[in-house]
């Protein structure tokens, strides 16, 4: 059995059990202190639980650990087992918010253990210099762009039917299998999280998500081949956005550790918002119509604009650098028009 095979056997008990979780925690994390009450920053006006990936994440991690089990994937196996781990940093995060240092602490070491292994694979030492920050970066902008329903879960689904896709149509990607279980959990999870959501992902998920998607395509990079780059273009617009908001933050004099809604999904979403209650929309609609926007603009941008350079990259039309270069080029700069890094006005 391949290993697409595999995993196409596994996701479909995958989604059932990642939905049956996530309908069971919207219920009880509603009664529990797991409760994001509105703020300044905020994307909702009423209270909705979060913590959420502490439910589908494992699963995903036990279908991944059992795809490298079956088919001797050592590689595989470790980053699920730090992907969980790093489920349950984030969880605790949500519990008790925990300060920056040993937020990040927690993700260095978790990323640190992840490279040893790979390492061990075969790994060059130069490998420590790119990979370890590039995967608490992936990590991180994950967490920074899951602030609208649906978005960071509708990302990863995307992400990996895109991903098991060029592996089908014959591309060489060594994590198709992974990628479409992280498919198939998220897929799950988005029964509670589309808009109105039900339910958060909290940094339990986005955290694990995060790591997870940029621990594959480090496997991939160790591999060789344009696997790590498919990956990078599939992730293009969260790095796109978190990347250009952090950069003119910084230039602003911001601390880029600080809180803030200044990325240009949330400028989006604040003229959606503003333009549906101009036209006398009650409020709760308005937010409801700015989250189904901006997961349509995701959408269309992924299909129209990261798919295409994904596949020529795949079919060696274009080389795996140069085409996540003008993907998430092309991307940054509308994120730059859009207002990252700006303040958002309230609408």
Do not use: K
């Not at 589908?56 to 699920?80: D, K, M, N, S």
């Not at 992400?159 to 060594?174: D, E, P, S």
């Not at 060789?224 to 230039?251: E, K, M, P, Q, Y």
């Amino acid at each position: 059995m391949t290993g697409l095979a595999l995993a196409t056997f596994l996701a479909v008990p995958l989604f059932a059990a990642a939905w049956a979780a996530s309908s069971v925690l919207a219920a009880r994390l509603a009664q529990s202190p797991l409760l994001d009450r509105p703020g300044p920053r905020s994307a909702h006006r009423i209270p909705v639980p979060r913590g959420g990936g502490i439910g589908f994440v494992p699963l995903l991690c036990a279908a991944v650990a059992t795809w490298g089990l079956i088919l001797g994937e050592r590689e595989a196996v470790a980053l699920a087992a730090a992907t969980a781990a790093m489920a349950l940093l984030g969880f605790a995060d949500d519990r008790w918010r925990l300060p920056v240092a040993p937020r990040l602490a927690g993700q260095i070491l978790l990323a640190s253990a992840l490279l040893a292994v790979l390492s061990a694979e075969g790994a060059m030492p130069i490998f420590w210099f790119w990979g370890l920050p590039a995967l608490v970066w992936c990590t991180n902008l994950y967490n920074f762009m899951d602030g609208a329903d649906g978005l960071a879960a509708q990302q990863a689904l995307l992400a990996g039917l895109l991903l098991a896709a060029l592996a089908t149509a014959g591309a060489a990607v060594a994590t198709a299998g992974p990628a479409l279980c992280a498919a198939a959990a998220a897929a799950g999870f988005l029964t509670v999280n589309r808009p109105p959501a039900r339910l958060f992902m909290g940094d339990a998920g986005s955290l694990a998500l995060g790591f997870a998607c940029g621990g594959l395509a480090l496997l991939e990079a160790v591999q060789g081949g344009v696997g790590a780059w498919l990956w990078a273009i599939a992730l293009a617009s969260f790095a796109a956005d978190a990347s250009a908001t952090l950069l003119v933050r910084v230039l602003r004099g911001q601390s880029p550790f600080a809180a803030h809604r200044e990325h240009a999904y949330q400028h989006f979403m604040t003229r959606v918002e503003a333009r549906a209650a101009a036209r006398g929309w009650d409020p709760e609609a308005a937010r409801s119509r700015a989250h189904r926007a901006l997961l349509a603009l995701h959408g269309a941008l992924f299909l129209g604009w990261q798919t295409p350079w994904a596949a020529a990259v795949a079919a060696g039309a274009v080389a795996g650098g140069t085409g996540f270069a003008w993907c998430a080029g092309g991307l940054a700069l509308l994120a730059l028009a859009g207002g990252a890094g700006r303040p958002v006005q309230a609408p």
